[in-house]
């Protein structure tokens, strides 16, 4: 039992350095673990007691795979994340609009049966206008800026509310 003095230490701390995410501590601790089974194993004459070692030492390999199969995870994301540019944006983000109120009727000017449009809703379409704009001339180059204007126009005239 000699060749068993410490394991349970040794495991716990190479257990506990994997969750804490010490791998290369976590291996050097599993390793020296496998170890001490593997010269505890060569004292076993029992086969019983011989084959429950076995099995707590493939355990604990796949233990000690499972934590370098992280480590070499790691180690791809660190050389991947210095090849792979940073993303960048497709569009700019839609510009802010400002809201002016309608002018006051001027004397002479329409009658007050004019409608008034809401401002808010006016400005969701006017920002809904400049994102089909950006759409259309992305993804057809050939569409002329008259025929934007026409359209734009066309949704202008439609009342808001």
Same mark, same amino acid.
């Given at each position: 039992m000699e060749h068993?003095?410490?394991l349970e230490?040794?495991?716990?701390?190479s257990? =506990?350095?994997?969750?804490?995410?010490?791998?290369e501590a976590s291996l050097v601790h599993f390793d020296g673990a496998i170890s001490q089974?593997?010269?505890?194993?060569?004292?076993?004459?029992? #086969?019983?007691l011989r084959a429950k070692w076995l099995r707590a030492k =493939?355990?604990?390999?796949?233990?000690?795979?499972?934590?370098?199969?992280?480590?070499?995870?790691?180690?791809?994301?660190?050389a991947g994340s210095k090849a792979v540019p940073p993303p960048t944006a497709a569009a700019p983000p839609p510009?802010?609009?400002?809201?002016? #109120?309608?002018?006051? *009727?001027?004397?002479?000017? #329409?009658?007050? *049966? *004019?409608?008034q449009r809401d401002p808010d809703v006016c400005a969701a379409d006017a920002e809904l206008?400049?994102?089909?704009?950006?759409?259309?001339l992305e993804r057809r180059p050939s569409v002329h800026w008259g025929d934007i204007a026409a359209s734009r126009r066309r949704g202008a005239d439609e009342p808001c509310a």
């Open positions: 068993l003095v410490g230490h040794q495991l716990q701390v257990r =506990e350095s994997a969750l804490l995410g010490n791998y089974v593997q010269r505890y194993l060569r004292t076993l004459d029992d #086969p019983a =493939e355990d604990l390999s796949g233990e000690f795979q499972i934590v370098k199969e992280i480590v070499a995870e790691l180690s791809k994301l660190r510009s802010q609009l400002l809201l002016r #109120p309608d002018p006051v *009727a001027v004397v002479g000017g #329409p009658s007050g *049966a *004019a409608q206008a400049s994102m089909i704009e950006r759409d259309i």
